[in-house]
């Protein structure tokens, strides 16, 4: 079995911004020129003789001379004076991920019938094989992930003991060496 490396991306919070919009006032003067008009009667003793157009002229009525002013009409208009545009800009990297994978070995052993040359050997050879398998638990065991042999052992022991595969001094050799290239130490 072999482990690769996979490396994918995902997206973070990495900051930002908060843009507030609130109101204030402030207070304000702007001087305006009004127009007043005044109506004057003048009375002015006289005495000529009338005219015959003036004398056409007289007619009873009235005569309204009205008399304006201007008063300060206040009113408010909005103006944009400035604009605030907030926008996100993209920039792509490339980076390099580095890690670590692991991978299974498996080691073959020369036929135990042949090489040992002696009554059980099949037997033997079979536990070679339940020796790795059992490496294989230990090293996938999270009990004893980041742990030297030294540290492990005596757990190891007792567990290859229950499995009555064989006598530990037999196996331990080569359990260290599969757990040892199994779990990286």
Known sequence: ???????????????????YSHISEQPVEKEVSLRQEHVNVERHPVNRPATEQGVRGLKEGTIEVRETAEEPVVTKQARVVEEVIVSKEVAQEDRKVKDTVRRSHVDVDENPATSLGKAGATDVGRNKDYAYAYAETLAKDPRYRGKNWN???????????????????EFKEKIRNAWEKMSGQ
Request: charged share 40%.
């Open 1 to 19: 079995m072999r482990f690769e490396l996979l490396a994918t991306d995902r997206e973070i919070e990495r900051g930002g911004v908060r843009v």
């Open 151 to 169: 540290a492990i052992e005596p757990d190891a022991q007792r567990g290859w003991l229950d499995q009555k595969k064989g006598t530990w001094e």
